[in-house]
Every structure is written in structure tokens, then in C-alpha cells.
């Protein structure tokens, strides 16, 4: 679990994991507003999208310019 803060702007941010996965990981990112601001209403109406992942990092774009910050979890399940 972690966060990327953007301040107006679309990316691409890169979140690195904190250790490693064994393979690519299923990765989810929500867009929210700054935790504490009183942001304008909406601000956080973009779509967030995955533009790489590796067993390390995970790069991160929105649609467009935006104040906020994207929530992202990632998760890998031995399905051996």
C-alpha cells in the first residue's frame, strides 16, 4: 500500500514497492483528494491509469492535470 501526491499536474509518477514481488503484481490506483485540504469539489473526478509494472515499481498517469493524491495497492498470490 502506498500513495503518490500530484500538484496540477498528469504524470507519469513511479511508486516503488517497499520489497520485491516474485512476479508482476495486480496493482490497483484510485484517485482522492489530499488528505486535511479543503480541495475544489471534483478534483479528483480523473481517470487513473497504469502505464507499467514490474516486480519492483509501478508508473502512474492520470487523465489530466490534477491536486491529489493516487492510492495504490498491490498484491501477489502464489497460485501454484
Given at each position: 500500500y502506498g500513495?503518490?501526491?500530484f500538484t496540477n499536474e498528469s504524470g507519469p509518477k513511479t511508486f516503488t514497492f517497499d520489497q520485491a514481488f516474485p512476479?508482476?503484481?495486480?496493482?490497483v490506483?484510485?484517485?482522492g483528494e489530499t488528505p486535511g485540504t479543503s480541495a475544489?469539489?471534483?478534483s479528483s473526478?480523473?481517470?487513473?491509469?497504469?502505464s507499467?509494472?514490474?516486480t519492483t515499481d509501478v508508473t502512474i498517469r492520470v487523465s489530466q492535470n490534477?491536486?491529489?493524491v493516487v492510492?495504490?495497492?498491490?498484491?501477489?498470490?502464489?497460485?501454484t
Amino acid at each position: 500500500y502506498g500513495e503518490l501526491s500530484f500538484t496540477n499536474e498528469s504524470g507519469p509518477k513511479t511508486f516503488t514497492f517497499d520489497q520485491a514481488f516474485p512476479s508482476r503484481p495486480a496493482v490497483v490506483a484510485t484517485a482522492g483528494e489530499t488528505p486535511g485540504t479543503s480541495a475544489d469539489p471534483g478534483s479528483s473526478n480523473v481517470n487513473v491509469f497504469i502505464s507499467s509494472i514490474s516486480t519492483t515499481d509501478v508508473t502512474i498517469r492520470v487523465s489530466q492535470n490534477f491536486t491529489g493524491v493516487v492510492y495504490i495497492q498491490a498484491i501477489w498470490l502464489d497460485c501454484t
